[in-house]
T-cell receptor, first 110, second 117 residues
Framework: QKEVEQDPGPLSVPEGAIVSLNCTYS??????FMWYRQYSRKGPELLMY????GNKEDGRFTAQVDKSSKYISLFIRDSQPSDSATYLC??????????FGAGTRLAVHP | ETGVTQTPRHLVMGMTNKKSLKCEQH?????MYWYKQSAKKPLELMFV???????ENNSVPSRFSPECPNSSHLFLHLHTLQPEDSALYLC????????????????FGPGTRLTVL
């Protein structure tokens, strides 16, 4: 079983839609969870991170962690074409060691 | 230059060639990383350096040889690669305090797109 599972998509939505991106993880000891965004021909950039369970909101983005079901989500409200990118979930597997999902490719069309 | 830079951005090499990838960070960080990114696969951590010391080697074949001469520069020396080594190679850096938190944000460079013929 992979440590972090993520549906690679692609996911195509119309502009203005609410997007839900999800990952599951296997190790209940993981405490830190991140979402990275990667535009084409660029490196990943940190979008949000959360510690343990709960929600964190930043503008149109909300990160959610449910430790009981080992499920992490990223919601994007009022999606824009500029949100088109690959979204990578990641969790911390120890000092300086991030474990990534495969990434979900999102396309937001006007 | 700001952030994390990588050169070259694209590299095509034969299986018998020797080449090197270069990474430089301008963030004052002490930890640097090499990752491999293949299509539809998770980023694979290859090497970690903390304060110039290698602290992680994720069972990487010896045809990949890292070098960290100082905390701002990281190299990946390549020799006798295989076609399956074709991928995007990403460098990242983080604060890397000794005994630091696992939440240290990693900042990525744009990557080197490597093609092995």
């Amino acid at each position: 079983q992979k440590e972090v599972e993520q549906d690679p998509g692609p996911l195509s939505v119309p502009e203005g839609a609410i997007v839900s991106l999800n990952c599951t993880y296997s190790n209940s000891a993981f405490q830190y969870f991140m979402w990275y965004r990667q535009y084409s021909r660029k490196g990943p950039e940190l979008l949000m991170y959360t510690y343990s369970s709960g929600n964190k909101e930043d503008g149109r983005f909300t990160a959610q962690v449910d430790k009981s079901s080992k499920y992490i989500s990223l919601f994007i409200r009022d999606s824009q074409p500029s949100d088109s990118a690959t979204y990578l979930c990641a969790t911390s597997g120890g000092y300086n060691k991030l474990i990534f999902g495969a990434g979900t490719r999102l396309a937001v069309h006007p | 230059e700001t952030g994390v830079t990588q050169t070259p951005r694209h590299l095509v090499m034969g299986m018998t060639n020797k080449k090197s990838l270069k990474c430089e960070q301008h963030l004052g960080h002490n930890a640097m990383y090499w990752y491999k990114q293949s299509a539809k696969k998770p980023l694979e951590l290859m090497f970690v350096y903390n304060f110039k010391e290698q602290t992680e080697n994720n069972s990487v074949p010896s045809r990949f040889s890292p070098e960290c001469p100082n905390s701002s520069h990281l190299f990946l020396h390549l020799h006798t690669l295989q076609p399956e080594d074709s991928a995007l190679y990403l460098c990242a850096s983080s604060q890397g305090r000794a005994g630091g938190r696992s939440t240290d944000t990693q900042y990525f460079g744009p990557g080197t797109r490597l093609t092995v013929l």
